[in-house]
Structures are given as C-alpha cells and as structure tokens.
C-alpha cells in the first residue's frame, strides 16, 4: 500500500538526504500511527542497515539479534560480539565498506526496546555518533520507537553524550479527516464524510486501526467486526497498548481511567484523590509520560493559574474503550450496529466531537480567517449566582476578541430555538462575570451540516460545518 499523505515527513527525507553533513533523525508518535511504515516505504526498504528492537527481551537476546542483522547484512558468518560496543564497531566496520556512494542510511526501530538496564546499549550508541558517524558527512541515522517518554528522556533531552547530538526530529501526527478520507477512498471503502467523522470518534487517525476496515461492510458492521466479534483484531487492544508502552502499564491506565470519568478533565489533586496514588516526582512523571504519548493534554482554563492546569484524555480509542468495551457484559457481535441513539451514546459523540474540533483547530482558524493571530483555546467551566454553565471551545485571541463555540453533533441541519438562544446568552454572562473579560465576544456555531436559518441564527457570528474540517 502506498503512503497516504505525510507530504511534510516525506519533504524531510528527502532534506535529510540531501544535506551536506551526516544526520542524527528521531522519529516518534503514538504506537500504531505509521512510524515505520512511512520509513520503510518512503527509503523502499533499501537501507545499508536496518534492525528492530525485540519486545520484552534481555541484553543478551537484544544483541544477538542485532548482531545477526549485521552479519546477514554484510553476508559474513555468525560470529558473536560480546557488548553494544563490540556491535556498534562491526556496524562501523559494515558502512565504512558500503557500496553506496550517496547518504549510508541507518534504520534502527523501537529503539528503546534494546536499551535493556545495565546493557551499556545507550553509552555504545553514543560513542558510536560522536566518534565516527557525526565526523562523517554521508550517514543518515534514522532512530525509531513507539515509547516517547524514552525517546525524550533519552534522546531529546539527554543530558550526557547524546547532549544536543540529535540534528532533526519528526513527531508523527495521526491522520487529519482529509487524510483519513482519501486513506478510505483508497481502500475503496465508501463511507460519507459524517461517518467518517464517526470512525475518527472511534479509532482516531490511526492507520493502523483504519487498516482493518473492509469495503463491504458499513461503517457499524466494520466498528462490530474490528472491535466486537469473536474473532475481533482489536478485541484485547486496550492492554497490549499501554503494556506495550509502559512498565508499571497498571499505574498509567489507573489515570486514564481516573480522567476518564469527566470530559472536561481533572486537576492534578482530583487525579491523586481518585487514584490514591502517591503525589511527587514519580507521579508527575506518569502525567508526563501519559501527555507525550499522546494520551492526555494538559490545558489551562482561562480565568485559572497554571497550578490550577486540567488534564483531559483525548486518545480517541481509549474513551470509546473506557465507553462501550470495558464494562461490556455481552456477547453482541453486532453491539454497535444494533446500539440505539441512546443519552450515553450522545453523549460520548457530543464529546468526541469537540476533540475532533480540537485537533483540527488549525481549519477552525482558517475558516475564521485568524490563521496568523495568537490564540489559546481551551473548554471552559464557569458559575454566576448559582447558575452553572459550560462552555465547548473558546478561542481566547490575541485581538482582542474571543470565539465563544458551541459544538453541536447533529444529524441534520441544526436549529437553534428561543430555549438554545437563551442558552447562548447565559453562557456569555456568566462567561463576563467570572472572567471580567473586556474582549468581545462572537458566537460561533460548529455543526456538520450548518445552522438552520432563522430570527436566532441571524445573531450567530460565524459558522463553521463538517466540511471546513476535511480542507
């Protein structure tokens, strides 16, 4: 199968061979957003060396197969190696005598599964850069691994012979709508833009996931064959994900789950209270671990201070999980095709949808023509004279004016009523009360199929529909 956009990653490579000095590369992102399928397809496969980490193994299965891979490359006989530093030598010896006249091109994947404890793997890398590689011209190192807490522990930010010796980095996004539509219309799997959205709802922009839909069936017949039958391919998904990722995966998915509970996230001390793990260094570095792998976000409220920060899950695939699949206690291969529009259901859409916005807050901006002005978007939660309200997106800008966004997942073109202008109105009050903003403030209705024209659309500044998303 070919490569589905990334046209930015793919403009990169091709910069990276081109350069006139050797090249250290860290690509990362969430596990199962294409990391190494883009590499191999975008280089054909065609690299002077290329090994991948082993799961759950020791140094001594590490090396051997690292080694293996170097002798098969150069066609020697299996001869052993004793330490990182013997392989990284042999791997000098094998590139040093390569045909390749052009950039000697490196690919190394899931990096942090070779770096077992006390194996020396990082310090042999490291003087494997810094004493040969980076003192050539003509080596492209690509590193590669799924766990981005090690990747930036490690790497990016290492503070000992690796100190500022990465030359390029490549954070992999999940598809975009307008990604995930043409990667469907490759697999001529026919869906409309809505049920496109609805599959994002659900599996996110992850290529891995989209993989398995069939043309055959509908959008609900593929969400039961995917994630509900018998034979499901993502049926124990969920646990092998975050184990996959993370030691100690018990402690991660306990603050997922915890921030799962509300929509609008949690406070670092509501996580603590609810998971009753231990406040400090090492739970703060779960958050950090969580939020680099792009698991959670951590946000700001408007009107709070930065101790106040919210953290807010927004992987796509485990909300749906921690909706429908968990607690699941039935044996419904169909589930999804026969779920009924129910409240738990509209209400975990009405949530997804506002990620979906979230993420592709980019096109919101050029739909709104603020492309070039600072902004700061953020939900917001806020009370005046016990009257509680909250608020789906604002869009603080840097000219002195706020979008105040209203999210509406509907099925068809959306009317707004005196009860829902009312609404409106209120949130704007309270909005002024508890912020004392002195911005204006303009309404702004996101909708897949637009606002039905009538005496209360007429007030809305501006509308944005399912469509702006897909640009």
Not at 380 to 397: A, C, F, P, T
Request: glycine share 6%.
């Amino acid at each position: 199968m070919k490569i589905i956009g990334r046209d930015k990653e793919r403009k990169q490579f091709q910069e990276f061979i081109n350069s006139d000095s050797s090249e250290f590369v860290v690509v990362y992102g969430r596990r199962r957003v294409g990391k190494t399928f883009l590499i191999r397809e975008y280089f054909d496969n065609k690299f002077d060396f290329y090994h991948t980490g082993v799961a759950n193994s020791n140094k001594e299965t590490q090396l051997s197969e690292f080694n293996f891979a170097l002798n098969q490359t150069a066609k020697l006989p299996n001869t052993p190696v004793n330490s990182w530093f013997d392989a990284f030598h042999k791997l000098e010896f094998l590139l040093e005598y390569s045909k390749n006249k052009g950039k000697k091109i490196v690919f190394l994947d899931e990096l942090p599964w070779m770096d077992t404890q006390k194996s020396g793997f990082l310090q042999a890398l490291e003087l494997f850069w810094n004493k040969w590689a980076s003192a050539r011209n003509d080596i492209l190192l690509i590193v590669c691994g799924s766990a981005t807490s090690w990747i930036f522990d490690k790497l990016i930010n290492n503070r000992g012979g690796l100190h500022n010796r990465i030359t390029r980095q490549i954070y992999l996004k999940p598809f975009t709508l307008a990604e995930c539509e043409y990667f469907f219309k490759e697999k001529k799997v026919t869906l409309n833009r809505k049920q496109i959205a609805e599959a994002y709802m659900i599996f996110g922009g992850i290529p891995y996931y989209l993989n398995f839909f069939k043309k055959n069936l509908s959008l609900p017949q593929n969400v039961d064959s995917i994630l509900f039958a018998e034979d499901a391919p993502l049926k124990n998904e969920f646990l092998s994900l975050y184990q996959s990722l993370f030691n100690h995966s018990e402690k991660y998915i306990l603050i997922v789950k915890a921030i799962g509970r509300k929509t609008k996230g949690l406070t670092r001390d509501e996580i603590l209270s609810i998971t009753k793990l231990t406040n400090g260094g090492g739970f703060s570095k779960l958050l950090h671990d969580l939020e680099l792998s792009g698991f959670i976000r951590k946000y700001y409220s408007l009107d709070k201070k930065e101790k106040d920060a919210i953290f807010q899950l927004v992987d796509f695939y485990t909300l749906f999980y921690f909706n429908f699949i968990e607690n699941q206690r039935h044996n419904d291969e169909s589930y999804w095709s026969h779920l009924v529009d129910n409240a738990r259901h509209r209400t975990w859409s009405g949530f997804s949808f506002e990620q979906i916005c979230l993420y592709h807050l980019p096109l919101i901006k050029q739909r709104l023509g603020i492309s070039g002005i600072l902004t700061n978007a953020a939900s917001w939660i806020g009370s005046y004279n016990g009257n509680r309200v909250q608020i789906d997106l604002l869009i603080d800008r840097n000219d002195g004016v706020i979008n105040l966004c209203e999210l509406k997942f509907a099925k068809g073109v959306y009317t707004i009523d005196k009860n829902t202008w009312q609404n409106l109105l209120n949130k704007m009050e309270v909005f002024r009360q508890n912020t004392k903003s002195k911005k204006a403030i303009h309404l702004t209705m996101i909708t897949p199929f637009g606002v039905f024209q009538n005496e209360y659309s007429s007030e809305i500044n501006s509308e944005i529909v399912l469509d702006d998303l897909f640009v």
